[in-house]
């Protein structure tokens, strides 16, 4: 009996059941949920001659929509408030989605464009290249200088929150301070 015992012991060893380790996008979804239900200004951080209106424009990020698997963060550049970004969880990762409005309250046909993380990334960065959905749609539209674009989102925890876009020839960054929440902007 005591064979038994020791054979069963030894052969329950290797069988152990452990949390799965935590990836990078886990962290940087738990960063960014942390953010749910506040507003930040924000600033032009990196952009060309075609970003003039950034550049003199108030801009606000408005974390206002969190569950256990999607972040909205209203994005208002000035009084156009018209943009939102998606952060959701995927099976393998995150994606990335952007949304527009009109104003006449109808979804632009230019909407909904982004892509999946497609490497780990880290808790601080993830990136999102475009996808075949976003692609088709900037062929249609005469945009398919976007089909090569990468977006990305970073954050520094208590410090900075930066959504970025770039493609050859073309980088676009907005920074806002997450030290400094402000309240009412925009709600």
Not at 8 to 13: C, D, E, F, G
Not at 72 to 79: K, L, Q, S, Y
Not at 88 to 100: E, N, P, Q
Not at 122 to 131: K, L, N, W, Y
């Amino acid at each position: 009996m005591k064979k038994i015992g020791l054979i069963l012991a030894l052969s329950l060893t290797g069988c152990t059941t452990t949390e799965p380790a935590a990836l990078p996008a886990d962290g940087f979804f738990r960063e960014l949920s942390a953010l749910c239900g506040k507003s930040f200004e924000g600033k032009l951080a990196a952009g060309d001659d075609s970003d003039a209106s950034f550049n003199s424009a108030k801009m606000h990020a408005h974390v206002r929509e969190c569950s256990s698997r999607e972040v909205r963060i209203a994005f208002d550049v000035g009084e156009d408030k018209s943009r939102t970004w998606i952060i959701s969880r995927t099976d393998t990762g995150l994606r990335l989605k952007h949304r527009h409005m009109l104003k006449d309250g109808t979804e632009d046909p230019v909407s909904q464009y982004g892509g999946d993380t497609v490497t780990s990334g880290s808790v601080m960065r993830q990136e999102f290249p475009v996808d075949a959905f976003s692609k088709d749609m900037f062929t249609k539209e005469g945009r398919t200088v976007s089909n090569a674009n990468v977006w990305a989102f970073e954050v520094m925890p208590r410090q900075v929150l930066t959504y970025e876009l770039a493609r050859p020839g073309r980088l676009f960054r907005v920074s806002f301070d997450l030290t400094k929440p402000v309240s009412g902007a925009g709600e």
